[in-house]
């Protein structure tokens, strides 16, 4: 090492690290290049830095990997400087060497600067903890030198443990996101490539690598998620030679970032939790940091009506103010009018852009709705669209050069309609008045932000046709933050064709995301159960609908309807005027049920257990403090054996509980009726025993949902 070359010592981040929190170990690079990552995983409070950076081997990763420290895989940052005078056109610095000029903590925040000054680039990498006990990490680079420098890929990375061999993340379609997806970790490069404009309904979400086997309950894991709502990318690498390494970032298409002398890019953060305790210790970790949020929810969620299935877009005032009236009548707190309230609005093919109430249908404006719903004691909603256009609206006509587009043609069209450019400032500022004018006319305490279409040859206007989609993410983030900062008394729900755009980045921002368009209870059970894994409970629009689903035609009882939407932001989506006084009744009934369990329900720790039977799913949320726990035994399907199944309470606190049915358990067919108080009757049983044993469920008949309340004895 060279004289003037900084010399620094091995060090943990955080330090102190509470136990069961992410923490890594970083350790001068012998060359002074960047810092070694040694170790990365879950604190136990034992193991000083110097030992972890001496029983690193020589394999040791760097969170930015580069061929020049001897790396044959992806580089962690990929560009290339543009023409110098009697020089090629391009392909200068195409290869970095860093080295380290400064190691920095500052609280949670640890910071490493880098320099090449024969790159003519400088980069900072930041690495934070996190409430809730994960890290999260970003990159940035910046241009030193004298001409333009082209950005293709600047990603984060992480090593993983030796022994973490197996990989999942998600894979999904319309109505069915977040379907997991499992192998084992091989050599060579496994990547997601998302392409979709924003978070996707095929999106990875997030990669695990993890133990062997690992499940809700066991195992050993660490689990990656990159916080940005436009293309991304996630990675997975081994080689012959190489560790195992996770990380990922932005997804940057040709040309879409060019740095001018002294311009920086910084990649999204990419949030790093590692758990000793399975998939339901990451998600624990990533439910903390969303609920430390400014912009988490804040108060009991209220239950919602929302008025899509019932009247799509046939808007008339007199039915709308009845279903308010028996909305109200059951206890439900907000109501939504959805699509369709705009000018020429009457189907999905015109309307888009223009932001003004259609006065054919709506003579007066939305106010004698919005009264009638508020005299009701109700909080009103509404549904925008914001970054879209239809061919046939008045805004297109007038500005049809304001698509995405690349140039010499116009994309094709999905579900009729093209996308705004909001990477255009001139765009932003027309959508920020146009919806400010609404929100400020009307008593609105609620929007309901859609995105029903992806992003296809998403090129600018301003420049010349050239890929915009991470300007586009940008003048989003604007728009969106600039009505929140104008609202501050607006909640908002974020839906992409239903459960698409779901992860950090809006996660950040709003108060409530649409977990699907699937709203079959059936199919709702495996959608909600693993979009959970990343996203608090809180934040999940469930609602209970029809009787037979619009998007399957599958029927269901009422009672596992709700029970389903129970476990997450519970609302309504069923044309009530068609219901008789036993299912208003009922409704009326589980809103109660939801209302008293609310708050344990948007607090408490998500547990799901790995049950011995495929046909029994059964999960719940045990308090943060270990004193309650509701509990579900899901009844998928038929059983295969007769064996009882016994539904087990893991994480309460030590002491002795009593279980409750929380509904009536009915009696199926010959088999003994269950005791009329709950699995053991008035029996305290401790808490050992519910983690280790559980209660017995008595046999139950497919599609119904089992509840049971834990409290003190």
């Not at 004298?146 to 973490?164: C, Q, R, T």
């Not at 709502?229 to 990922?248: I, L, M, Q």
């Not at 998007?551 to 389903?564: C, E, H, I, S």
């Not at 329900?601 to 999960?619: E, K």
Request: net charge negative; glycine share 10%; with cysteine.
């Amino acid at each position: 090492m060279a004289d003037d070359e900084l010399r620094w010592d091995a060090l943990v981040h955080p330090d102190p690290a509470p136990a069961g929190h992410t923490a890594l170990a970083l350790a001068p690079d012998p060359s002074g290049g960047l810092p070694l990552v040694s170790w990365l995983g879950v604190a136990s409070g034992a193991g000083d830095a110097s030992s972890w950076a001496a029983t690193a081997g020589p394999g040791a990763s760097s969170l930015l990997p580069e061929q020049s420290r001897g790396w044959y895989v992806r580089p962690g940052l990929r560009g290339h400087r543009l023409c110098v005078a009697g020089g090629p056109a391009a392909g200068l610095d195409w290869s970095t060497a860093f080295h380290t000029t400064a190691v920095t903590v500052e609280g949670a925040l640890l910071r490493v600067s880098a320099t090449d000054e024969a790159a003519g680039l400088a980069l900072s990498t930041e690495v934070e903890s996190l409430p809730g006990g994960a890290l999260r990490l970003r990159h940035t680079v910046t241009n030193t030198g004298d001409s333009p420098y082209i950005v293709d890929g600047l990603e984060v990375v992480v090593p993983l443990a030796e022994h973490l061999t197996e990989v999942l993340d998600f894979t999904g379609r319309w109505a069915n996101e977040r379907v997991p997806q499992r192998h084992a970790l091989t050599d060579g490069l496994y990547l997601r490539e998302n392409r979709h404009g924003k978070t996707g309904l095929d999106a990875a979400t997030m990669v695990v690598a993890g133990t062997p086997g690992f499940g809700f309950e066991g195992g050993e894991v660490v689990g990656v998620h990159v916080a940005w709502s436009g293309n991304n990318v996630y990675r997975v690498e081994r080689d012959g030679a190489s560790p195992a390494t996770a990380g990922g970032g932005e997804l940057l298409l040709p040309g879409e970032l060019v740095l001018g002398s002294g311009d920086s890019y910084s990649s999204p953060w990419v949030h790093v939790a590692a758990s000793r305790d399975g998939l339901d210790g990451l998600a624990a970790a990533f439910h903390g940091y969303q609920r430390s949020l400014p912009a988490h929810p804040s108060g009991p969620r209220p239950v919602n009506l929302n008025v899509w299935e019932a009247v799509y877009f046939d808007h008339d005032l007199a039915r709308l103010c009845e279903l308010a009236d028996i909305a109200a009548s059951i206890g439900v707190e907000r109501y939504v009018l959805d699509d369709g309230w705009f000018r020429r609005r009457r189907d999905d093919t015109a309307g888009l852009g223009d932001w003004y109430v259609d006065e054919t249908v709506w003579p007066k404006g939305l106010a004698p709705l919005i009264d009638h719903v508020r005299g009701l004691g109700m909080a009103f909603g509404l549904w925008f669209e914001p970054e879209m256009v239809n061919p046939d609206s008045d805004l297109f006509r007038e500005h049809p050069d304001w698509i995405l587009a690349p140039r010499g043609r116009t994309p094709l069209q999905q579900r009729n309609q093209y996308v705004l450019d909001l990477s255009r400032p001139e765009v932003v500022d027309f959508l920020l008045e146009s919806i400010d004018a609404v929100l400020s006319t009307y008593d609105i305490s609620y929007v309901k932000w859609d995105h029903n279409r992806d992003l296809l040859e998403a090129g600018s206007a301003a420049r010349s046709g050239a890929p915009a989609v991470h300007g586009q993410t940008l003048g989003f983030y604007r728009l969106l933050d600039e009505l929140r900062a104008r609202h501050p008394h607006v909640e908002w729900e974020s839906c992409a064709s239903g459960g698409g755009r779901v992860d950090l980045g809006v996660l950040e921002r709003v108060q409530r995301v649409w977990t699907s368009d699937m709203t079959d209870a059936r199919a709702r059970q495996g959608i909600q159960r693993w979009t959970v894994q990343l996203a608090a409970p809180e934040y999940l629009g469930a609602h209970i609908a029809s009787p037979e689903s619009h998007q399957t035609g599958r029927a269901f009882p009422l009672d596992f309807r709700a029970a389903t939407a129970l476990f997450g932001h519970f609302g309504i989506e069923w044309d009530l005027t068609r219901t008789n006084a036993s299912e208003r009744e009922a409704l009326a009934e589980w809103i109660e049920v939801y209302k008293a369990y609310r708050d344990l329900l948007h607090s408490g720790r998500v547990v799901r257990l790995d049950s011995p039977d495929p046909a029994v799913w059964t999960h719940g949320v045990v308090a943060a403090d270990g004193r309650r726990a509701l509990m579900a035994h899901v009844q998928m399907d038929e059983s295969t054996s007769e064996r009882p199944l016994h539904l087990r309470v893991p994480g309460l606190a030590p002491g002795r509980y009593r279980a409750r049915w929380v509904r009536p358990v009915a009696r199926i067919g010959v088999y003994p009726a269950a005791d009329p108080v709950g699995p053991v009757g008035e029996a305290a049983v401790d808490a050992e025993v519910l983690s280790v044993q559980g209660l017995p469920i008595p046999r139950r008949a497919p599609h119904t949902v089992t509840l049971v309340a834990l409290d003190p004895a």
